[in-house]
């Protein structure tokens, strides 16, 4: 039997040991093999090893997050999804850098969900994009982990940039979802 291999890039190795040491300390015993396969996914700022694996296959992008499919709920880190709501003002605009990676990570996906996809930007419209978007007076720093993170692309000299489609994580999709709920009510 054949296996799909699967590719995980990790944007910042430091963090993604720092990361998998927490998870790892915090579990009782061995973890089985699912779950360590989780722990590597979350690590590297996917919500699960299953939504890794979604966007490893190629069956195009997600625009709007889905809900979660059944059992995916399991998986959400409600911890972290509380942390990085409290983030973000009313009007999504994120208010502070988080300190933890994880939490970055979430937020920065927030971010992601809110640039416009299929459409170059010059790295003015990117940056004055992000300046409306967050609070804390660093715009440049977001564009950088936005593409350190894989999920912007730009050209070689930085003059223009572009959404990357991907799947979001569970943890992203949960925010938004919440978020969108909640302004709902």
Do not use: C
């Amino acid at each position: 039997m054949s296996r799909k291999l699967i590719p995980l890039t990790v944007s910042d190795t430091s963090s993604f040991a720092k990361s998998l040491r927490m998870q790892l300390s915090g579990h009782d015993g061995l973890p089985s093999h699912l779950q360590f396969l989780n722990m590597l996914a979350r690590a590297a700022g996917h919500g699960s090893f299953q939504s890794l694996r979604a966007r490893a296959e190629p069956s195009g992008s997600v625009e709007a997050p889905a809900a979660p499919a059944p059992g995916v709920e399991d998986e959400i880190d409600r911890k972290l999804v509380n942390r990085v709501q409290r983030s973000f003002d009313d009007d999504l605009r994120l208010m502070r850098w988080p300190a933890r990676r994880m939490d970055q990570i979430a937020a920065l996906w927030v971010l992601w969900s809110q640039i416009p996809a299929a459409r170059e930007m010059s790295e003015k419209e990117v940056s004055a994009l992000l300046r409306d978007r967050h609070l804390f007076g660093d715009h440049a720093l977001l564009r950088r982990e936005l593409y350190e993170l894989g999920l912007m692309t730009r050209t070689r000299d930085g003059s223009i940039y572009r959404r990357v489609e991907r799947p979001m994580p569970a943890n992203a999709a949960t925010i938004l979802r919440q978020r969108s709920r909640n302004r709902g009510s």
